[in-house]
């Protein structure tokens, strides 16, 4: 089995003066690698999601050759709602991963005792002549043996075979990995929760969801009927299930973007892009009843969002938008559970990067946590399907993978909540799907609202 290395990348990408560098990145993964040679490792390099806005205003050049090696994956993007300390961590205490990092890490030691073991701490120092890491291992100083280079403790490793000693360290409640982010607030009407739903409206959407760039025929819907049917039965479940018998309460306030056309369009009736979110009452009272087809036949049900399908993709345009529009809801909202934006899509962005805009979605927090990005693909590529993943496959698509790197973290609440549901999401999992099916995005948004606490 190969050995895990995980290189904190963000405590390396920094020169003495304190300035981005990926040149330092570079060489410390160079260095990591020459260290391996003739052993087989797993090398994580993970950054976190801040040094990508700070390299670009540093230098271009060097914001170019990090955006390559993220697109390649040389590089991974800790998600946006947790830092990367806590996901370095946690990702090393489940493969029993050996960490490069200069950070010391008290904070942790309590959650990781093995951080004080040999062999698990890797620090390094910078050579100012060949521009390389040496990198020597960091343990107790009651620890017996002298500390091992990085080479050394690999093979040491790679010779065992067998996952290291386990701790015998009685050990702590683990941190959360989402740090300071709790997702527990309670909803209740004068803390309500906002969602906002992303519709993507492009011409692509046009086609079957079933068959890849056909269209549709008889008895097969295309992509832009079937999303709209999903949303509004989501909406609609949403009303169902905040109303008491005193009427409906206003738990949610909810907007629904539309971009397709080069355009970005608010969905919801009487709204606009500077007005865009409504309360559940306001939703409900603006709802208009058409056809729906059913199992058991045509029904009159309440919709809001109808099917649409043209043009290019502005999905940042889109996402900038849901950012501005969050960003004035929680400076009202500042004790409300974190917002969640829910992004349905069957293609890329053609407006630009969508790194850009969901790095700004980061700033986006309430006292409960940072704002939450779930993004739902929808195919009939013939490709594997991804649901949740906690990382990706060597050979997945650049539209797959930057998909991945802006959706964030489950909270854990949303995990217990997606169980019971019939869907497993692992600790590190992202709220991601690809090349999903109708039941798996009904799933995701469904997520979004019943993994909070409601009161009344």
Known sequence: MPVVVLIDGSNFAFDEAGAPSITYLEAVIKSVEEASVGHEIQLQVIIDAALRPRTKVHSVADFNRLEEMIHSDRVQMAPGNTSA??????????????????????????????????????????????????????HRSEAPGRARSLREVIAARAELRTPPRTSTTP???????VGRNTYSAQIDRRNPAAVVVMIDQSGSMNEAWDKQGEAPVVGV???AIRVASLVNKFLRELIISSTQSDGIRDYFDVAVFGYGDKE????????????????????????????????????RRPSWVTPRASGPTPMCAALSLAVSTLSKWV???????????LNVTDGKATDGSMLDPAQKLNSVSTSDGIALLFTAHISAAA??????????????????????NISSLVPEGMRVVAKG???????????????????????????GTLATTITV
């Open 85 to 138: 300390d806590d996901f370095i961590l946690l990702r090393a205490d489940q493969t029993d991963g050996i960490v490069v990092s200069n950070d010391r890490y008290r904070k942790f030691v309590d959650s990781y005792p093995w951080l004080n073991e040999r062999g698990r701490k890797i620090s390094g120092m910078r050579d100012k002549h060949t521009g390389m890491w040496d990198l020597i291992e960091v």
């Open 171 to 177: 050990r702590q409640p683990l941190r959360s990995v």
């Open 221 to 223: 819907e295309s992509k």
């Open 264 to 299: 970005v369009r608010s969905l919801l009736r009487g709204t606009t892009l500077a007005t865009p979110l409504l309360s559940l009452s306001e939703l409900d009272a603006i709802k208009e009843m058409s056809d729906e087809s059913t199992p058991h036949g045509v029904r």
């Open 331 to 341: 400076a009202s909202h500042e004790s409300s559970f974190p917002p969640i934006v």
């Open 383 to 404: 490709e594997p399907r991804l649901s949740y993943p906690p990382d990706l496959r060597a050979d997945v698509t650049d539209e797959a993978r930057t998909m991945f």
């Open 421 to 447: 549901l019939g869907v497993e999401i692992p600790p590190l999992g992202r709220g991601f799907l690809f090349n999903a099916d109708a039941n798996a995005v009904v799933t995701m948004l469904k997520l």
